[in-house]
RNA sequence: GGAGAGUUGGCAGAGUGGUCGAAUGCGGCGGUCUUGAAAACCGUUGACCUUCACGGGUCCGGGGGUUCGAAUCCCUCACUCUCCGCCA
């Protein structure tokens, strides 16, 4: 969530900034720097009346110490009716700062100043183009039929057993998800990202610290008995790693790598678009999440970019990379930069990572820190992106790589897979 | 799942219902001494809300209660440890 004095200071602002996002956000806004100031005015209230009853509280004791019983009888009367009016306080501002706490979070995070305004994801800028888009031979076909004719994902047998998005991956097919989690893995090593192996199913708390819940609960599956979600990204764990934490700066940057299997209910998905691979409810991932000092993120969102781009390179597929236009932009990004590979037989570029800086409102959210020069503690900035995410980039590699005897795997992953064709 | 013990500042570890935000040690930071360092000695050392400031308030696992007053008593939840049971 945004932080409270900058909603309080630059009320105009923060308010232009977020119609970027097709967010009105004037009434909320205003609601809130109204129950601020009332809030202040009842903490000082409120503080007042504590201070009186602690000073009457220790001058009782020191009557019964003294044995002066009358006089401590008297000062508890006193006591007794600041107790009424403090208790009525505190309830009147723990109510204040429930709603205040409750618009503030309604609010989502401020658009990066080069976000351009838009409304869909027709309106997103591409910023690069890499690579040459493939001319398939006269059969090409899309993924799904690869899958079935090379008999390396079955998505009739995951519906049978679990249901629909629910594939399974078979010989050869199963060995490329390996595969490509190991080399993402290798990569993401490599450039000093420190690898995790995080708890698939993380608390509530988890999930309000990086913006799932309140809000999108039903984007995710849950564990009712025990109150626990199932993870829709390797994300959500790796960054609530900090929560509550104060870094020293020497910490800076904090690199973490985490490959896990993603849950997503996608409810509401529909049509070509979730034919195949190309939207499921479980599927790989290997995330990578940074956190930074604020005067240094956008450098790193930078350096998560070219990470992204060395990976797609390496695996010999055309991509481009589009910058997100305020509408299309998640809730708690200030910047999103998406990576989208062609797929050659479906015609279409495939959404395959997401790159973003959330400032600081995942860590304000968390009360993430770090210590400055002057010792204040100070909120910290985090990023992360996916590098990569599996189902697309299977799409692409099948269909990309077709040929009459069958699919050839790029180099640079056949020392992962063992073999350097599927047939 | 059953029984018991515990959760205090960066760490270790005291704490009788009354001036405890909390002894002490270690660590960290600053200083004295030293050519420099170590040792020794002195000082300092949490977070949050509020205030221009002085100051005031909150926080001893979370939440609730008793009391004029709670780290200390009661209830409840979570977590940790030990033993038993079950188990990849």
New binding site residues.
């Given amino acids: 969530m945004l932080e409270?004095q900058r909603i309080r200071e630059n009320r105009d602002t923060v308010i232009k900034q977020l119609a970027v996002k097709n967010f009105d956000a004037t009434e909320i806004v205003d609601e809130i720097i109204a129950l601020?100031k009332e809030?202040?005015a009842k903490?000082?209230e409120?503080?007042?009346t504590?201070?009186r009853?602690?000073?009457?509280?220790?001058e009782?004791?020191?009557c019964?110490?003294s044995g002066k019983i009358k006089e401590?009888e008297l000062?508890?009367k006193e006591?007794?009716s600041l107790?009424v009016v403090s208790k009525s306080l505190s309830d009147n501002l723990e109510m204040i700062v429930t709603d205040m706490n409750k618009r503030l979070v309604e609010l989502p995070n401020v658009p990066h100043p080069s976000v351009p305004k838009g409304n869909s994801e027709k309106d997103n800028e591409v910023v690069y183009e890499e690579g040459k888009i493939p001319e398939l031979y006269e059969k090409a076909v899309p993924h799904w039929e690869l899958a079935e004719k090379y008999k390396i994902i079955d998505f009739n047998l995951g519906a049978k057993v679990t249901g629909a998005g629910f594939p399974f991956y078979r010989g050869q097919g199963a060995r490329l998800q390996r595969a490509l989690i190991n080399f993402f893995l290798d990569e993401a090593i490599n450039n000093g990202y420190l690898e995790y192996q995080p708890p698939l199913l993380i608390n509530e708390d988890s999930g309000f610290g990086t913006g799932q819940l309140p809000d999108k609960e039903g984007q995710m599956y849950y564990a009712q008995l025990d109150n626990l979600y199932l993870i829709p990204t390797a994300e959500v764990p790796i960054t609530n790693i900090y929560r509550n934490v104060?870094l020293k700066a020497t910490d800076f940057p904090v690199k973490n790598v985490a490959y896990s299997s993603c849950f997503r209910r996608e409810a509401g998905s529909y049509g070509k678009d979730v034919r195949g691979l190309n939207r499921l409810h479980q599927f790989d991932k290997v995330e990578i999440v940074q956190i930074q000092h604020p005067d240094k993120s956008y450098d790193t969102l930078e350096e998560m970019k070219a990470h992204v781009s060395e990976l797609l390179r390496k695996l010999e597929l055309p991509f481009r990379i589009v910058k997100l236009c305020g509408g299309d932009l998640s809730f708690t990004s200030a910047l999103t930069f998406d990576f989208e590979v062609y797929s050659a037989a479906q015609k279409r570029w495939l959404e395959v990572s997401s790159v973003s800086n959330f400032e600081s409102y995942q860590s304000n959210r968390m009360k993430l820190?770090f210590?400055d020069d002057s010792?204040?503690?100070k909120l910290a900035h985090t990023l992360n992106g996916s590098a990569l995410a599996l189902p697309r980039i299977v799409a692409a590699l099948l269909e990309n790589n077709q040929t009459e005897n069958g699919i050839n795997i790029p180099a640079a992953l056949q020392k992962y897979t063992g073999f350097e064709l599927i047939e």
């Fill in positions: 409270l601020d809030r202040r903490q000082k409120l503080d007042d504590l201070a009853s602690k000073q009457l509280a220790k009782i004791g020191i019964y110490k401590a000062l508890k006591t007794q107790k104060i820190r210590k010792g204040k503690a």
